[in-house]
Nanobody
């Protein structure tokens, strides 16, 4: 089983920035798509951003223009750069990877907490 480990969360003031990192235990080329979900207290889990094997990206409307997802093939890493953070960005952020060979599958990290507060 592939291991995904998130890091980079923490406490930041509104308007600040954080970069989340997701380290995979094997080549990320095995995933068709990787990305980040978040779960805030009292809210449903939502997809924040993801990136396809071909480099295409998607973002939830609330983070467009502020967050950027990227990959580093050589380091087996996926990143989420978060700028202009708002209190409503406070959540537990999960890294995930999805593949389809030989069958559909998903892997999830344990999550990293992001808290935006003054």
């Amino acid at each position: 089983q592939v291991q995904l480990v998130e890091s980079g969360g923490g406490l930041v003031q509104p308007g600040g920035s954080l970069r989340l990192s997701c380290s995979a235990s094997r080549s990320i080329s095995s995933f068709n798509r990787m990305g980040w979900y978040r779960q805030a207290l009292g809210k449903e889990r939502e997809l924040v951003a993801d990136i396809s094997n071909g480099g295409g990206t998607r973002y939830v409307d609330s983070v467009k223009g502020r967050f950027t997802i990227s990959r580093d093939w050589a380091k087996n890493m996926v990143y989420l750069q978060m700028n202009s953070l708002k209190p409503e960005d406070t959540a537990l952020y999960y890294c995930y990877g999805r593949g389809s060979v030989p069958n559909n599958y998903e892997y999830w990290g344990q999550g990293t907490q992001v808290t935006v507060s003054s």
